[in-house]
């Protein structure tokens, strides 16, 4: 069974500064996805970023990109100019390649934001 | 975007009495509904997922008679918490994908307190 692991229960940032959230995961697969979503206060879930394995290029999108290691099987995402509203629960998800699959979700980091 | 519409975003019941949450995607059409429960600062817990007019798949421990769910239409899925006691009490979120492409769209939560 794949399962998903983050070791940061909790980070804090400055405003304006850099944090890297860390997840690793662990399949026997060769076709799967990953990604970062965020869920703020509202409990809403947001997509924050999404990464194919089979793509050796790191996923970017604006101030948010990974660091995708498919040999560690590592998959950290990096908040740069870090602000108020990057403040939230991270979850890292897995899903294989097959169609309708479900998502695995780690654990969660929650980062706060310090102005 | 896609958007998962869902209702009621927080209820109170009383101990023994059944509630029903909706899920409704606007624009597109849900093939596979996923159902999760969430408790305070934890990650999403899979409690089932439902393919449109097909049984619904229940994880490990939950109960299928006190958590039933309905997904009959491509566009509506729902949870019914019957008897519902406080320990029933949680957030419950559910997640949407269409037959095409691999994004999940996400319901807004229910807030469910059961007193």
């Known amino acids: 069974a794949q399962t998903v692991t983050q070791s940061q229960p909790e980070m804090s940032v400055q405003e304006a500064e850099t944090v890297t959230l860390s997840c690793t995961y662990d399949t026997s697969e060769s076709d799967y996805y990953l990604f970062w979503y965020k869920q703020p206060p509202s409990r809403q879930m947001i997509l924050v970023i999404r990464?194919?394995?089979?793509?050796?290029q790191n996923a970017t999108e604006n101030r948010f990109s990974v660091n995708f290691q498919k040999a560690a099987k590592s998959f950290s995402l990096k908040i740069s100019d870090s602000q108020l509203g990057d403040a939230a629960m991270y979850f890292c998800a897995y899903r294989t390649g097959t169609s309708g699959s479900r998502l695995t979700f780690g654990e969660g980091t929650q980062l706060t934001v310090n102005p | 975007g896609a958007v998962v519409s869902q209702h009621p975003s927080w209820v109170i019941c009383k101990s023994g009495t059944s509630v029903k949450i909706e899920c409704r995607s606007l624009d597109f059409q849900a093939t596979t509904m996923f159902w999760y429960r969430q408790f305070p600062k934890q990650s999403l817990m899979l409690m089932a997922t439902s393919n449109e007019g097909s049984k619904a798949t229940y994880e490990q421990g939950v109960e299928k008679d006190k958590f039933l769910i309905n997904h009959a239409s491509l566009t509506l899925s729902t949870l019914t918490v019957t008897s519902a006691h406080p320990e029933d009490s949680s957030f419950y979120i559910c997640?949407?994908?269409?037959?095409?492409?691999?994004?999940?769209?996400f319901g807004s939560g229910t807030r469910l307190t059961v007193v």
């Open positions: 990464q194919e394995a089979y793509k050796q």
């Open positions: 997640s949407a994908r269409a037959q095409t492409g691999y994004g999940y769209t």
